[in-house]
Nanobody, 114 residues
Framework: QVQLVESGGGLVQPGGSLRLTCAAS????????MAWYRQAPGKQRELVAI???????NYADSVKGRFNISRNKARNRWYLQMNSLNSEDTAVYYC????????WGQGTQVTVSS
């Protein structure tokens, strides 16, 4: 019903920036929350950031002040702008949409390394 595709991952140097995109298609009208999660090897999946239809946002403490989540309503997309990246940000990043149920993208790898 809702399909999500992440893009924009890759290799970036410490201190660098990267912008992730989540493209949504299908029955997106009932989506009320748009989020980014990440999962590092051997670690639990964690919420990185979420933006809701009322424009409210929340961020994990570890990314506050460095990451920004935004959305493009017309294109059914949302973004994660990641700045001042460090090795602890290395993970597979997943976009998620919350509606009648949660939807997930396939994930995109972000590797922060010199």
């Amino acid at each position: 019903q809702v399909q999500l595709v992440e893009s924009g991952g890759g290799l970036v140097q410490p201190g660098g920036s990267l912008r992730l995109t989540c493209a949504a298609s299908g029955a997106t009208a009932g989506i009320y929350g748009m989020a980014w999660y990440r999962q590092a090897p051997g670690k639990q999946r964690e919420l990185v950031a979420i933006i809701r239809v009322d424009s409210s946002t929340n961020y994990a403490d570890s990314v506050k002040g460095r990451f920004n989540i935004s959305r493009n309503k017309a294109r059914n997309r949302w973004y994660l702008q990641m700045n001042s990246l460090n090795s602890e940000d290395t993970a597979v990043y997943y976009c998620s949409a919350q509606g009648r149920r949660d939807y997930w993208g396939q994930g995109t790898q972000v590797t922060v390394s010199s």
